[in-house]
């Protein structure tokens, strides 16, 4: 199971750090963390949870849910959405190739924005899910 996760996750960042319009976004190479630095600079997006369940009646295949984060520190929302629009973008339908897995789908589940506590930054959360096979 851990490896069908791990394929994901590798095969995910490359076409996110691959992408155009996320680079125009986010830096390039692109401010993806898994564990930002303390001194990250803004914009900058993070893996966040992500969850495998049993994909009922196939033998190894999983259903996962992954979520990303979104950091900035613009004046209002904008930078945030446009960020998750290149998310969006890149990943929805995508067809990404696994090591030992088949991607048979990943797919937009909701995007959420708001402003943190501290009053300064903004967050975006995105979260897809994704469905793989043994290959």
């Keep these: 199971m851990s490896n069908a996760e791990w394929e994901l996750q590798r095969a995910i960042y490359q076409a996110l750090a691959a992408d155009a319009a996320v680079k125009a976004e986010i ?6 963390y898994d564990d930002p630095p303390d001194d990250a600079v803004f914009p900058y997006m993070t893996l966040g949870e992500a969850r495998a369940r049993d994909w ?5 295949g999983l259903e996962h ?12 929302r904008r930078e945030v959405k446009r960020i998750m629009g290149a998310v969006y973008d890149a990943l929805h339908d995508a067809t990404l ?21 501290d009053g300064e930054t903004y967050q975006g959360a995105i979260r897809f899910r994704a469905v793989t096979e043994p290959e």
């Excluded at 830096?27 to 993806?32: E, L, V």
């Excluded at 009922?56 to 190894?60: H, I, L, N, S, T």
């Excluded at 190739?97 to 506590?117: C, P, Y």
């Design 97 to 117: 190739t696994l090591v030992g897995h088949r991607l048979v789908n990943i797919r937009f589940v909701f995007g959420d924005a708001f402003r943190r506590q």
């Design 65 to 76: 849910e992954v979520r990303f984060h979104v950091f900035s520190r613009y004046a209002g």
């Design 56 to 60: 009922r009646g196939v033998d190894g």
């Design 27 to 32: 830096g390039d190479p692109p401010r993806i």
